[in-house]
C-alpha cells in the first residue's frame, strides 16, 4: 500500500499516517497498534484525540524489527 502524502508532508520526504493506515501497512490491528503507541513502543504524536505516525518513524521502526537476512538460504550451488 502506498500512502498518499498528507498535509503533514515536512519537505523532507515524510509525512504523517493514521492509525488505519499504519495497521493496514503492517499487517496489524487498529487495537494491537493502540497498545503499542501507549506502550511508549511506536513512536507517535498525539493531538487532541487523535494519533498520528510518522512515515519515516515507521519505516526505521520496521527496520530495527528485522530477523535475519534475506540471502539466508539462497546461495548458490
Not at 9 to 24: H, I, S
Not at 36 to 44: D, N, Y
Not at 72 to 77: F, T, V
Amino acid at each position: 500500500m502506498k500512502a498518499k502524502v498528507a498535509e503533514g508532508d515536512n519537505g523532507k520526504g515524510d509525512f504523517f499516517l493514521t492509525v488505519d493506515e499504519v495497521a493496514k501497512m503492517i499487517g496489524v490491528s487498529k487495537a494491537w497498534l493502540y497498545r503499542q503507541a501507549k506502550a511508549g513502543m511506536v513512536s507517535h504524536l498525539r493531538i487532541g484525540n487523535v494519533i498520528r505516525f510518522s512515515n519515516n518513524d515507521i519505516v526505521r521502526w520496521l527496520s530495527s524489527h528485522k530477523r535475519g537476512d534475506v540471502g539466508d538460504g539462497l546461495r548458490a550451488r
